[in-house]
């Protein structure tokens, strides 16, 4: 459950500044600039005629906080303009993954689910299942026919169609194509400025310069307070970039701090066979020894490193790891120590290497919306028009943020969009204290298409340490990361495996994952030697078949839209 707290979290503080963020995997390059002209106007997505009685669709979805689907201003709108009856199945967010696989199970399922990719998408696995079972149909037909917008973001952008497109071709469903750029370089460091200014101490740039950063944070007091209570470094154990060891591995050698693969001119590998890995586990060593990383950093969840972050009698944290500083701080306004923290660019190591962990853009693999063979055919048209219409700038921020002239309008003279040289095509109307829930957007629930360049033309204020524009203060941050992955990138978030293959790299997966990181962790505290048991922990891998899953990860890779 913390986990799933803390991801929605991640999306309330993003709201604040941006209403559409949900934070999280889409490879950089290839990305369509997206249009604000879709390739259908909304206006001509409904039929001229419109049948005698609306379209009575049962529909699977959540109902997240300060949302009522039945009377939300949105669904309202969409009913009127599709000619369209919504009988929700609505499923608060708390047990909804379980409650929609029953539903499947059960064989009473609704016309369509529109899930949330943040707590309850399908899996690949499971649209390829239910699509061969013949409970989800395939959608290609239809967008061929009803939905230009959809086809358009398929003909255009290499990295949805990939998502989108099953081994067989077919399309089941259709993914959340939320692109957060801070999120697709999610293993930040935020460094306190504040020490070093005071301790007349630079930027580090080096692992070595970053070392003697921390022995300064830990021996000369920068907090003054005449104890030595410091936290040089600190992180926590979930995925939202809070892991230390990836940052700092990255000097040596790429970590994607999820199942440690590379790819070098289009082979799969592992990074943590490698020697690098294990000179970089040494780095980390010596700092861990040296008392310069927490060890609750290995422990601890994101709630007790927000009380390090936040320690009320003295600022005790000198850098934290997280793809976002709010993780362990408070950045509302009155806060103490926000503008202290600041991004960390990443570290050179000893052989030059100096890369940052990248997963293309926050987008998981699956799908969040699927028509069921429950539908009838004039249900199927009717939801992939609307399903369209979110396809288009409008209906997406209609949907996602609430409806214009409620949470958002246009911009003025002289707004500055999230990104450089970009257009400012939305301005979000902020809330006000006190205010009621304005139930006039489905939030995550229409997160469809949102490329890079559609969140990039919000508009942002310039004051990067106002809570308000704290999605610019992030844009920023990620600029320092952004280059500094590899070249290749293995694309596990978007790869299809053969499904007769899929139980069988799903297990070796789990096992080889879990193993790195466990003698990670033993390595870096001492309880395993480096110098007397690389050679057995090498062995440990081949015997958890390590082979066959990289050859399983191979061949779904050679057979997917990425192999050139």
């Not at 609505?90 to 949330?116: V, W």
């Not at 936290?231 to 970039?241: D, K």
């Not at 790869?495 to 293959?501: G, S, T």
């Not at 062995?539 to 390590?546: F, I, R, V």
Request: aromatic share 10%; with cysteine.
């Amino acid at each position: 459950m913390l986990k799933q707290r803390m991801v929605l979290l991640l999306v309330t503080v993003l709201m604040v500044s941006l209403v559409v963020s949900a934070c999280s995997k889409n490879n950089a390059g290839s990305n369509a600039p997206a249009s604000n002209k879709p390739a259908n106007s909304a206006s001509t997505n409904t039929e001229t005629e419109k049948p005698a009685a609306p379209v009575d669709i049962k529909l699977f979805a959540v109902q997240e906080p300060n949302i009522d689907l039945a009377t939300n201003k949105f669904t309202q709108f969409v009913e009127e303009k599709f000619n369209i009856k919504f009988n929700f199945e609505a499923i608060p967010s708390d047990g909804a993954k379980e409650k929609r696989q029953i539903s499947l199970a059960s064989g009473d399922f609704p016309d369509a689910y529109m899930l949330t990719a943040y707590i309850d998408q399908f899996s690949q696995a499971d649209l390829i299942k239910y699509g061969k079972q013949g409970v989800l149909i395939p959608l290609n037909d239809l967008i061929d026919k009803y939905a230009p917008n959809i086809k358009q973001a398929l003909e255009t952008n290499a990295d949805f169609k990939a998502f989108s497109v099953a081994p067989d071709g077919n399309i089941y469903g259709l993914p959340a194509y939320s692109q957060c750029f801070h999120c697709s370089y999610p293993n930040k460091l935020w460094l306190n400025t504040g020490w070093l200014e005071k301790l007349n101490l630079e930027m580090p740039k080096t692992t070595e310069d970053f070392k003697k950063v921390l022995e300064a944070f830990k021996n000369q007091d920068p907090n003054g307070n005449g104890k030595k209570d410091e936290v040089p470094l600190s992180g926590s154990t979930e995925e939202f970039g809070v892991h230390v060891v990836p940052y700092l591995m990255n000097a040596f050698v790429y970590d994607d701090d999820r199942n440690h693969l590379m790819l070098q001119d289009g082979k799969v590998g592992s990074a943590a066979v490698t020697d690098e890995w294990k000179q970089g586990l040494a780095y980390i060593k010596s700092l861990y020894d040296e008392g310069l990383i927490d060890p609750g950093a290995f422990t601890q969840n994101a709630e007790a490193f927000k009380k390090i972050g936040e320690n009320g009698d003295a600022q005790i944290l000198g850098a934290g790891a997280g793809m976002h500083p709010a993780i362990f701080l408070n950045i509302d306004h009155g806060n103490k120590n926000s503008k202290d923290y600041n991004p960390v660019p990443p570290l050179t190591g000893p052989n030059g290497v100096s890369l940052a962990t990248h997963d293309g853009g926050g987008v998981s693999p699956g799908a969040k919306f699927a028509i069921t063979s429950k539908a009838s055919e004039e249900k199927q048209i009717a939801l992939i028009k609307l399903v369209d219409y979110m396809f288009t700038p409008e209906g997406q921020t209609n949907g996602a943020s609430g409806m214009k002239g409620i949470d958002w309008t246009d911009p003025k003279e002289g707004d500055l969009a999230l990104g450089e040289n970009v257009k400012p095509m939305v301005a979000p109307i902020p809330t006000t204290e006190g205010e009621a829930p304005r139930n006039a957007g489905w939030s995550g629930m229409a997160h469809f298409y949102m490329p890079k360049e559609y969140r990039d033309s919000w508009v942002q204020g310039s004051d990067i340490y106002d809570s308000a524009n704290y999605e610019r203060r992030l844009y920023q941050a990620t600029l320092l990361y952004q280059g500094h992955e590899p070249k290749e990138l293995f694309p596990l978030w978007a790869i299809w495996l053969d499904p007769a293959e899929v139980d069988e790299a799903t297990m070796l997966q789990t096992n080889i994952k879990t193993y790195i990181d466990e003698n990670e962790l033993q390595f870096i505290t001492g309880h395993k030697s480096l110098d007397k048991d690389w050679d057995s922990y090498l062995k440990g891998l081949k015997d958890l078949k390590l082979d066959r899953y990289l050859e399983i990860l191979q061949k779904a890779y050679d057979a997917s839209t990425f192999k050139k």
